[in-house]
């Protein structure tokens, strides 16, 4: 496995961001470019970066979920909601995650909220939901639902 640095700037911070990836995935991906979720930053937040074949990133797609995430919570509501992943039926392969992603995807059984698994892998709840959602568009996670209850 050739590990390749990436750089780029993350036009939520303004910050530079290098990222290693496995050559060897970005090359042999049916997809050109390849899309490559990175999250990082205080407060942590996620970029999309598109990558080619030759590794030079193409374009960069930003979505300040952090502070959409943040607006919805701080609404004074007499409901709850908790947002719960959901396991695909079959099997998953693990492959090319780190080890947080793969004990998240274990931990998954469509009956524990995203804060019920931040408190198990002593991580912030903002990046069980970020890791959830990267999850989801990996094919690891079948899909993350939002479940309201009265308070």
């Given at each position: 496995?050739?590990?390749?640095?990436?750089?780029?700037?993350?036009?939520?911070?303004?910050?530079?961001?290098?990222?290693?990836?496995?050559?060897?995935?970005?090359?042999?991906?049916?997809?050109?470019?390849?899309?490559?979720v990175?999250?990082?930053?205080?407060?942590?937040?996620?970029?999309?970066?598109?990558v080619?074949?030759?590794?030079?990133?193409?374009?960069?797609?930003?979505?300040?979920?952090?502070?959409?995430?943040?607006?919805?919570?701080?609404?004074?509501?007499?409901?709850?909601?908790?947002?719960?992943?959901?396991?695909?039926?079959?099997?998953?392969?693990?492959?090319g995650?780190?080890?947080?992603?793969?004990?998240?995807?274990?931990?998954?059984?469509?009956?524990?909220?995203?804060?019920?698994?931040?408190?198990i892998?002593?991580?912030?709840?903002?990046?069980?939901?970020?890791?959830?959602?990267?999850?989801?568009?990996?094919?690891k996670?079948?899909?993350v639902?939002?479940?309201?209850?009265?308070?």
């Amino acid at each position: 496995m050739t590990q390749i640095s990436i750089a780029f700037g993350c036009p939520i911070c303004k910050k530079d961001v290098n990222v290693q990836l496995d050559s060897e995935k970005v090359e042999s991906s049916v997809r050109n470019p390849v899309p490559v979720v990175v999250t990082h930053g205080t407060p942590e937040h996620a970029v999309t970066i598109f990558v080619d074949k030759e590794h030079r990133v193409r374009a960069i797609s930003a979505s300040d979920i952090v502070q959409r995430i943040a607006d919805v919570e701080s609404k004074h509501t007499p409901f709850t909601r908790k947002f719960v992943p959901i396991p695909v039926d079959d099997e998953v392969s693990l492959s090319g995650l780190d080890h947080v992603q793969i004990t998240l995807v274990a931990l998954v059984d469509g009956k524990r909220s995203g804060d019920e698994l931040a408190k198990i892998l002593e991580i912030p709840k903002m990046r069980v939901k970020i890791l959830c959602e990267q999850l989801v568009r990996m094919g690891k996670l079948d899909s993350v639902r939002v479940v309201i209850s009265e308070k």
